[in-house]
């Protein structure tokens, strides 16, 4: 994550959670969100989008870090 050569980059984690994360709904939904404020800004231009995965947004969930969680 460190090396990437992109000034603007983010990583969500999800804390807590392992491989299995994709079947939890709860997960999934959060999952979707992200996914779906990422490329809609990216892609489609709405600007207002960034904000939902930005980290003041991300401070919000007990069990979401911004960037790279190495756990407790």
Do not use: C, T
Request: hydrophobic share 35%.
């Amino acid at each position: 994550y460190e090396n990437i050569g992109s000034i603007e980059k983010s990583m969500i984690s999800f804390v807590g959670e392992n491989h299995d994360m994709p079947f939890d709904f709860n997960a999934r939904q959060l999952m979707n969100h992200f996914a779906v404020a990422f490329f809609g800004y990216y892609l489609q231009g709405h600007e207002d989008y960034k904000q939902y995965f930005s980290e003041d947004y991300v401070k919000q969930f007990d069990n979401l870090a911004w960037g790279f969680y190495e756990g407790d």
